[in-house]
């Protein structure tokens, strides 16, 4: 089974509204991270947001906040106010808490254009 | 500026041949990872260190190896390149493990 997810190849959004890219992950391990990544056509891959497995708060890091459905295995990554330098491909990503601990899980991305 | 250094950025290779892509990180980070994104997919985790020395493998390390003798370089060995192994290699670096990553720039391979 996948670990990551991401059923949206590509999706459009006006600029300045707000857009959920999604992701749902598969795990039976209690502890495991998750990780939101970009990835501009420049090629580089920016770390956008992280959410712990038992953080009771969804995390937020500016435009960019992470709706966490622990029940329903999904890490939803939620945009606000798009702009142009929002397109670019982003990856949901997780990382389990076991005794490897550092296998990463990558999905295989959803590329957002944001249009004027 | 601090951060992973990635080289070289392109490299063409014969089948056959072997050639070693290097990373370097200057914030003393003591995890370092290899990922390979092939084209329209996810990176998949080729190999991983959790400090000097240490080094385990990740999801897809047949035809790779590496080393890490010090806590700064990461370098990917490729022996016998074959054109499978055609693909964008992503080094990254991370502090903690809960930590994001922090990657190079990557290098564009390609096998002929």
């Known amino acids: 089974a996948q670990k990551i997810t991401q059923t949206q190849p590509g999706m459009f959004v006006q600029e300045k509204e707000a857009v959920t890219l999604d992701c749902t992950y598969d795990t039976s391990d209690p502890s495991y991270g998750l990780f939101w990544y970009k990835q501009p056509s420049s090629g580089e891959m920016i770390f956008l947001i992280y959410q712990g497995s038992y953080d009771q708060q969804n995390a937020t890091e500016g435009r960019y906040s992470l709706n966490f459905q622990k029940a329903r295995k999904s890490a939803n990554l939620v945009i606000s106010a798009s702009q142009l330098g929002d397109s670019a491909m982003y990856f949901c990503a997780m990382r389990e808490g076991g005794n490897t601990g550092n296998q990463f899980y990558f999905g295989t991305g959803t590329s957002l254009t944001v249009i004027p | 500026n601090a951060g992973v250094t990635q080289t070289p950025k392109f490299r063409i290779l014969k089948i056959g041949q072997s050639m070693t892509l290097q990373c370097a990180q200057d914030?003393?980070?003591?995890?370092m990872y290899w990922y390979r994104q092939d084209p329209g997919m996810g990176l998949k985790l080729i190999y991983y260190?959790?400090?000097?020395?240490?080094?385990d493998k990740g999801e897809v390390p047949n035809g790779y190896n590496v080393s890490r003798s010090t806590t700064e370089d990461f370098p990917l060995r490729l022996e016998l390149a074959a054109p499978s192994q055609t693909s964008v290699y992503f080094c990254?670096?991370?502090?903690?493990?809960?930590?994001?990553?922090?990657f190079g720039s990557g290098t564009r391979l390609t096998v002929v």
């Open positions: 260190s959790v400090g000097a020395g240490i080094t």
């Open positions: 990254a670096s991370t502090l903690r493990r809960v930590s994001g990553y922090t």
């Open positions: 914030m003393n980070h003591n995890y």
